[in-house]
């Protein structure tokens, strides 16, 4: 019993392994993991809060953002719009 809680213990403490395209943060001792994809004038967030795995997806169109975040709906907003990706060309 305590070999598994010492397991179950390291194996919490190791950070999150992200997919290729995947960007992870954590705050507030939450960890999340989270895609982005680009829409025209609009950002669409999805992913899951760890170690719960709450699922979210949230789209942001210049300052506000709505969405829902573990089935219940969000809306607020924030300080500065989302930062585009920006392309460069290659030789």
């Known amino acids: 019993?305590?070999?598994?809680?010492?397991?179950a213990a390291?194996?919490?403490?190791?950070?999150?392994?992200?997919?290729a395209g995947?960007?992870?943060?954590t705050r507030d001792g939450v960890t999340?993991?989270?895609t982005s994809e680009q829409r025209g004038e609009t950002t669409v967030l999805s992913?899951?809060?760890?170690?719960?795995?709450?699922?979210?997806?949230l789209t942001v169109r210049g300052r506000k953002v709505t969405g829902h975040v573990g089935g219940t709906p969000v809306s607020f907003s924030i300080a500065k719009p989302l930062v585009k990706?920006?392309?460069t060309a290659q030789r």
Do not use: C, D, H, Q
């Not at 019993?1 to 397991?7: D, E, G, L, P, Y």
């Not at 995947?22 to 943060?25: A, H, M, N």
């Open 47 to 57: 992913g899951k809060a760890l170690p719960n795995g709450s699922a979210y997806t």
């Open 85 to 87: 990706k920006v392309e």
């Open 10 to 19: 390291v194996l919490l403490s190791l950070p999150v392994a992200a997919y």
């Open 32 to 34: 999340y993991v989270y």
């Open 22 to 25: 995947e960007r992870t943060f």
């Open 1 to 7: 019993m305590i070999k598994t809680f010492i397991s």
